[in-house]
RNA sequence: GGAGGGAUGACCGAGCGGCCGAAGGUGAUCGCCUGCUAAGCGAUUGAGGGUUUACAAGACUCUCCGAGGGUUCAAAUCCCUCUCCCUCCGCCA
């Protein structure tokens, strides 16, 4: 949620706003709704405090003083009774604009759309196309069942077979030891959550169409653990002592990737369940986006760790998420389609989203402020094993284990099955 | 699926129409005491808004006792509706 005085006061962050696609016309909109809300509370609070004062002198006033006391209060009660409705009104209003102001793109934010990203830069050595693309091999292994899947499930499902379970695992397995080293811990947290939650996270009412629905509307299957993750701490005031709080959440995710027909339909790039590690913190402020690099460079960590060529980009303006003020992809070079394709992503929401979370943190001196939140991949498991698939395999139809799974596999080379 | 019980401040727990934002306790903080520690004594200790002001301090004020309605001059307290949690039985990974 935007900060309302700071859209009011601040130029630079105003023009943030309006760089993610806001109108000027919509900012000022929200910024009258805001002081016309404001007018009407004072003035009905004022009504009300008057109210309250005689209300209570009722009680110890002499019985002859009583009826016109009690007239009196009856009077406020009227003119209260017609004013507040205006007040709800205009708040209300106020409400549903509030929510149509994206977070402010960060200065250092490109303007522009999909297109005008920032390459930061291009690491590695991008090889040629390898003898199979990522689907036929992973087929051909007996890794990756999709026809099967389709009769039980329809397309864009799969069935993981064999080694290739043991490689997600291990995969898993890795990337969460190596952030549980760096201070990150360990969630499986539940899938399953309140349409609540899911306003709370900012993915309602905008993605409602890409989330699948159970129990008859009663919950929702969330399409990355950043919802859970970003719902531990709903409500809560932490210590500014305990921060940067960070997760590892671990979990399978479901999209319904609606508007994407034709896409990707080959193998499991674009599948509607799959597993994910994903990072998320909850960090004071004035460090966010010392956050956000360290965020990133665990993410070089892992997709550099695994050997795959890959580039970091700065997303621009008009690609941003409405909560996220910053974000970097890490786009792997698909060798079967020589493109970069995306793997991870990490995005700082700065205060936007824990406003309406209503996660603060509590300073050492007993002030209080929303802290900001962060979250980024770490390990999206389908497309990692996708990228292993091309960058590994053999002429000869064998998987080649990348080094830093080799122990947690116990051996360097996989047959098909 | 069946049967009950409950939702009050950081926590426990009273309150069941009127100085109740809320007794008491625990915890926390500060002070005293103490050779140190413990104990003891005293004090302080909810949050979110609005107006004013320098978005400071302060002052005034509104809201919040699961949520939403209602009754009343006045509700944590009375009446409806909903949600959530818990216990027991059944079923089950």
């Not at 695992?169 to 539940?190: N, S």
């Not at 919802?227 to 995710?253: K, T």
């Not at 003020?325 to 995005?347: M, N, W």
Request: proline share 5%; hydrophobic share 40%.
């Amino acid at each position: 949620m935007i900060d309302v005085s700071q859209l009011a006061n601040d130029p630079d962050y105003r023009r943030g706003a309006e760089r993610k696609g806001a109108s000027g016309e919509a900012i000022d909109a929200l910024l009258a709704a805001d002081r016309t809300t404001r007018g009407l509370r004072t003035e009905v609070e004022g009504l009300r405090a008057q109210q309250n004062a005689v209300s209570r002198s009722i009680s110890t006033a002499s019985p002859d003083e009583r009826p016109a006391k009690i007239a009196q209060a009856q009077e406020l009660k009227n003119a209260l009774a017609g004013l507040a409705p205006q007040l709800d009104e205009a708040q209300a209003a106020l409400g549903e604009l509030l929510l149509t102001i994206p977070n402010p793109a960060d200065a250092s934010v490109p303007s522009g759309g999909e297109d005008d990203y920032r390459v930061e830069r291009v690491v590695g050595e991008q090889p040629v196309a390898p003898k199979w693309d990522h689907a036929e091999f992973g087929e051909m292994m007996g890794y990756v069942d999709s026809e099967r899947a389709v009769r039980i499930s329809g397309s864009r499902f799969v069935y993981l077979l064999g080694d290739a379970v043991l490689l997600e695992m291990a995969l898993v397995q890795w990337v969460t030891k190596m952030l549980a080293a760096e201070g990150f811990v360990p969630v499986v947290p539940p899938v399953l959550v309140r349409e609540q939650m899911m306003v709370d996270a900012g993915f309602f009412p905008a993605d409602r169409a890409q989330v699948y629905e159970v129990d008859e509307g009663e919950l929702f299957l969330v399409g990355t653990s950043e919802v859970p993750l970003a719902g531990l701490h709903l409500g809560e005031a932490l210590n500014a002592a305990d921060l940067p709080l960070r997760y590892a959440g671990s979990s399978s995710c479901f999209r319904r990737e609606a508007g994407t027909y034709g896409k990707d339909t080959s193998g499991m790039f674009r599948v509607h369940q799959f597993d994910k590690v994903e990072m998320f913190s909850y960090c004071p402020p004035e460090r966010s986006w010392d956050e956000l690099e360290l965020i990133l460079s665990l993410q070089e960590r892992i997709v550099g760790g695994l050997g795959l060529p890959y580039r970091v980009i700065t997303t621009a303006a008009g690609d941003l998420g409405a909560p996220a003020a910053k974000k970097h992809d890490i786009e792997v070079y698909l060798p079967s389609q020589g493109k970069f394709r995306e793997v991870t992503s990490c995005s700082n929401y700065t205060d936007y989203s824990a406003r309406r979370l209503q996660t603060r943190m509590v300073d050492a001196d007993g002030s209080r402020r929303f802290v900001h939140t962060l979250n980024g991949t770490a390990c999206a498991v389908g497309r990692m094993l996708l990228n292993i698939f091309e960058h590994y395999q053999t002429d000869d139809a064998t998987l080649v284990v990348p080094a830093p799974l080799v122990d947690f596999m116990g051996r360097e080379v996989l047959q098909g099955r």
